[in-house]
């Protein structure tokens, strides 16, 4: 028997990994592209126009009848931005006395104060001493009429 | 290149005051699973003398006096929290390493020594600003410095505003602080290496610091020598950026209260391996192998004690929920003796490799392949959508007597439409 061959013998490497390769098991479909593809842009997302920062916008549903005068009525869905500094005439979610509550931020005098939307509720006002805190500023409601 | 640990404070605590404002200033303590045992204390807790880990019926004496305020854990809450906490911290260092949910490393590049305490400034407000969750920093040459840094933050040893930069210490000032702190805070010395120091007589981060590495290898380990040459500010340990897929993916809890029939541990068993090819199947991974285990209360001692696990591999590498929760349950029956009373199970997912990478199987279709990706592709969809379980294999029950005693936790706050926080 010969035993070497008129051709370089390639043999299994033993005792190496395996190459763990991509098998493409999907069928290719076949013809001609859309015309249209060249035209394709992204749809609309209510997600990025409502909420431009995802870290620090929060959902949070209004309760009560103070804000009715903006727009925000009991069950509405606010939209909060933590991130965003406060500007007088801003509504805010502020908490007082560790309550959480949903006012206009306005300035009286040079002080801080938080007006309802409602000439049935008082403005909130804050004595020497008293803290205010701004959780977020309600960048938007959403209100759903048929679900 | 310098090293951030940004860690968060009392995380689990300050998530909860996040959306509760009246638990400020309050002593907090979040329970773990079956609110059994602190797994977050607030300062005021802390400075009552609770410990991490001791159990809730062994406080409440002291929660009565002190009144304080216990919940369960929220972990629903926690992670999203933690989630916003990390991409927020992304934007700070294209370098970064999540360590846990509530620590991250960054790799602080190109920054000028003088500039980096402000650096970590900028990063505790944003984080503050934007989730209401405090955090310290810790600024350092190594990983195990940092984190040591880290701990100085917290307790205002060094610097005060809750940011550390050991690069604005002088050698002496640093050897004086060393002194001062336990060998056992150091990063990856644990109980039994700190006990052991202590008895050569290396009780503080100095003492360790200045200890031959040579020294140590001998008596402990490379892991230790590493930890001594990083206190001297040389890396030993590199950063672990995102993206190194996970190696295995665990779920299991403990449950309830005591499951003695198999029905009832199927349907647990059944519940994990679904929740954890939905983890696989978020990684863009296929298991090859999956262990399940089960095991009666070790702290019961008066009853009969059990616990046994299995491996279980798959005829081809999969996320297909069906075909994981068929292969765990199979395994279960090999594990499962009648007679005791359970208290834990769980699936562990092995042998994880990038879903594009398995080889085809003789037998296996590639058709079956792509039917597969697309139906759980679907079930993931709809469950993101309408809930989580809202669709799921019928195994995992219905009634789930198994599940989780969580009697004092807060509201999903940002992952179920139907517990918004409500403000008025």
């Known amino acids: 028997m010969n035993t070497s061959a008129p051709f370089p013998v390639i043999k299994p490497v033993v005792g190496s990994p395996p190459v763990l390769l991509p098998l493409f098991g999907n069928q290719v479909p076949a013809g001609f592209p859309s015309p249209a593809d060249d035209y394709l842009e992204r749809r609309l997302s209510l997600d990025e126009h409502l909420v431009p920062n995802k870290n620090s916008t929060f959902l949070v549903r209004a309760r009560g009848n103070s804000m009715v005068g903006a727009g925000i009525f009991d069950g509405d869905l606010m939209v909060v931005d933590k991130g965003l500094n406060a500007q007088p005439g801003d509504i805010v979610v502020a908490v007082v006395d560790g309550e959480f509550t949903v006012k206009y931020l306005s300035l009286l005098n040079g002080v801080f104060c938080l007006k309802p939307a409602n000439p049935r509720f008082q403005t909130i006002e804050f004595k020497e001493g008293q803290e205010l805190e701004i959780w977020g500023v309600v960048t938007s409601t959403i209100k759903q009429f048929r679900r | 290149m310098p090293i951030a640990l940004v860690d968060c404070n009392n995380f689990y605590v300050s998530c909860e005051r996040v959306f509760n404002p009246k638990l400020e200033g309050k002593p907090v303590v979040v329970l773990s699973n079956n609110d059994g045992c602190a797994v977050a204390r607030s300062n005021e807790v802390k400075a009552l003398g609770v410990k991490m880990g001791e159990p809730w019926f062994k406080m409440e004496k002291l929660a009565k006096q002190h009144g304080i ?18 991409s927020i911290l992304s934007e700070f260092s294209d370098q970064q390493e999540v360590y846990s949910v509530d620590e991250c490393f960054l790799g602080l590049n190109g920054f000028a020594p003088e500039d980096l305490v402000e650096h970590g400034q900028k990063i505790l407000r944003a984080v503050r600003k934007q989730t209401g969750i405090p955090v310290c920093v810790g600024i350092a040459d190594t990983k195990t410095l940092s984190k040591l840094a880290n701990h100085c933050a917290k307790k205002g040893f060094a610097g005060s505003d809750g940011v550390c930069d050991f690069g604005r210490l002088s050698e002496v000032q640093l050897s004086k602080l060393f002194s001062s702190i336990p060998v056992g805070e150091i990063w990856g010395v644990g109980r039994q290496i700190g006990s052991k120091l202590a008895v050569m007589g290396i009780e503080t981060v100095e003492a360790l610091r200045r200890a031959d590495p040579e020294y140590i290898r001998q008596q402990f380990s490379v892991v230790v020598e590493r930890t001594v040459k990083e206190l001297n500010g040389i890396p030993c340990i ?19 209260q005591p499951v003695t029939t198999i029905e009832d541990l199927s ?6 391996a679904t929740t954890a090819a939905t983890k696989l199947r978020k990684d863009g991974s296929v298991a090859s192998s999956l262990c399940v285990f089960v095991r009666t209360n070790p702290f019961k001692e008066k009853e009969a004690q059990y616990q046994r696990s299995v491996v279980v591999p798959l005829s081809q590498p999969s996320a297909d929920t069906a075909k994981i929760v068929s292969a765990a349950l199979a395994g279960l029956k090999q594990v499962f003796r009648a007679g005791f009373r359970y208290k834990k199970s769980g699936v562990l997912l092995l042998g994880l490799q990038g879903k594009d990478t398995v080889q ?20 993931d969809q709809i469950n993101q959508k309408m809930g989580k379980g809202a669709i799921t294999i019928a195994a995992t029950g219905v009634k789930q007597r198994w599940a989780m005693r969580r ?14 926080l409500e403000v008025d």
């Open chain 2, 267 to 272: 349907e647990s068993v059944a519940y994990f």
């Open chain 2, 360 to 379: 085809a199987d003789l037998f296996d279709q590639p058709m079956d392949q792509a039917k597969s990706e697309a139906r759980m592709k679907i079930m």
């Open chain 2, 407 to 420: 009697e004092r936790k807060s509201p999903n706050y940002t992952s179920d439409w139907h517990e918004l």
């Open chain 2, 238 to 256: 590199e950063l672990e950026e995102a993206g190194t897929p996970r190696q295995q993916i665990m779920v299991s809890r403990s449950f309830g």
């Open chain 2, 69 to 86: 305020i216990a919940l369960s854990s929220n972990y629903t809450l926690y992670g999203d929290m933690s989630a916003r906490v990390m």
